[in-house]
């Protein structure tokens, strides 16, 4: 089998191989909407691991791309920007040739620098030709305060004129990021961060495909596809998109968070890593949780609520479950609505909330995740009949539930109940699951049954006693 990024043997090697095969240079846009396009009349999913965007923002980023436009996406943090900009890449021929060797990474059949030119004359058809990976054609910058002009365009190389060449020979130039982007795709990520001057060094190359350097103008055409993102400037106040090189983006994109549950869960349950079981009736809670801290007025709205907090909320409960597991000895590891309660404390410094709620960050959290878990439970058991659980409780059989509880012990607490049976069934737990899979399900109803009043809860941290 042929390593990812290793070209086949087959590919010709040498510019006359090329030439013989009828091999015809591509623009990188004209390569991307050929593909894309390809893409799309065979049903084939261009975007894989892109949740939440499909009826929103891929249709305007696909527009934006057959139109062959540089493009800004514009959004808050953790919306996925960074990760829709890398599957860009995916669009790419898998393989492309280039002169082996040079800088730039040229097509063998249009050299753009001086120094290929000259080889490629030299030369003629044994031009050798290497093969370059789609991967290798997708280049990555974060934008910071200290990124100079020379890091983004290049400079003047002092090596190459202690050899002996004068300040004016173009072939003294060491490139920079954007130049070695040639045939590619060229990504700055948080763009307004860019000082303004430095922004301005892209506005000929987004335009006129030429760099300049140190006085002089290089003109080279410059084969690539810009793509940015930024955050709205009424947050990001560290700086903004000069109007100049916004103008020169042919699409600004908006990007949002997740519009509905299942497409939070189905993020989630994505992007996490999860050391322990977390079934989706948790995953909906957390999923709800995060949705109302997004409307709730005691948080920042403009810095916005993250899908890593979600993510992280998950990792976290799945923790909890894993070290309960450890604590008592309990297989397999599933997490319970008693491991949320490490939610509000761990996770509350991830997000930034109103001046005037100091010091009531974990109620506020607190209460949003009860409001989460009594949605998703409403929800789940819609329609079903808790009132003979009720009764047995309000009989006086006390259900306790902690982190040294095992799901045994939270089922021996009552009897055996049909509705027990139908409210494993309501959260997809079969009647003969383990022990700690139908707790979890059962701890759902009795939380769900004490947040709506129709039960007593005695608890402390880590632990809880049901009762009547």
Do not use: C
């Not at 021929?93 to 730039?104: C, Y």
């Not at 090596?159 to 002996?164: F, I, L």
């Amino acid at each position: 089998m042929t390593a990812k990024n290793t070209a086949p043997d087959s590919l010709p090697r040498t510019a006359g191989d090329l030439r013989a095969q009828g091999h015809l240079p591509k623009g990188v846009k004209t390569e991307i909407r050929d593909n894309l396009l390809a893409a799309l009349r065979a049903g084939r999913d261009p975007w894989p691991g892109i949740v939440g965007f499909e009826q929103t923002v891929l249709p305007h980023l696909e527009r934006a791309l057959l139109a062959g436009h540089d493009i800004v996406l514009l959004g808050e943090r953790g919306q996925g920007k960074t990760r829709l900009l890398r599957t860009l890449a995916g669009l790419l021929d898998e393989w492309t040739p280039v002169i082996e060797g040079s800088e730039l990474g040229e097509h063998p059949l249009v050299p753009i620098t001086p120094a290929s030119i000259r080889r490629a004359a030299e030369l003629g058809d044994d031009l050798p030709v290497a093969w370059r990976h789609r991967d290798e054609r997708y280049t990555e910058k974060l934008a910071t305060p200290d990124t100079s002009v020379g890091d983004l365009i290049g400079d003047v190389d002092p090596v190459k004129v202690a050899q002996g060449r004068t300040l004016g020979d173009p072939e003294t130039i060491h490139f920079g990021l954007v130049p070695r982007a040639h045939r590619g795709i060229v990504a700055v990520n948080e763009l307004p961060d860019l000082a303004e001057r430095i922004q301005v060094a892209l506005l000929n190359v987004m335009e006129e495909r030429d760099i300049q350097v140190r006085g002089y103008t290089l003109r080279l055409p410059l084969d690539v596809l810009v793509v940015a993102t930024a955050n709205p400037e009424d947050y990001t106040n560290r700086g903004r998109i000069i109007t100049p090189l916004k103008d020169r983006f042919g699409a600004e994109i908006r990007t949002h968070y997740p519009t509905t549950v299942a497409a939070e869960v189905a993020m989630v349950r994505q992007e996490a890593h999860l050391v322990a079981e977390v079934g989706d009736p948790l995953l909906e809670v957390l999923a709800r949780f995060v949705r109302n801290l997004r409307e709730s007025s005691a948080i920042d709205q403009r810095s916005g609520v993250s899908a890593r907090f979600a993510v992280a909320a998950a990792e976290t409960v799945a923790a909890a479950a894993l070290r309960r597991s450890a604590l008592i000895g309990e297989e397999p590891a599933v997490a319970r609505p008693i491991d949320l309660e490490s939610v509000p404390e761990v996770l509350r410094g991830k997000l930034e909330f109103e001046s005037g709620e100091d010091g009531r960050e974990t109620e506020h959290l607190t209460h949003l995740l009860r409001r989460a878990v009594a949605e998703t439970a409403r929800d789940r058991f819609a329609g079903l009949d808790l009132r003979p659980l009720i009764d047995v409780i309000a009989d006086g059989n006390l259900v306790a539930t902690g982190e040294r509880v095992p799901g045994r012990e939270v089922l021996a607490a009552l009897p055996e109940l049909p509705v027990l049976h139908e409210v494993a069934a309501r959260v997809g737990v079969n009647a003969d699951a383990d022990p700690g899979r139908i707790a979890a399900a059962v701890e759902l109803a009795l939380e769900y049954l004490f947040l709506t009043r129709k039960v007593a809860k005695d608890a402390t941290t880590g632990a809880a006693v049901y009762g009547p």
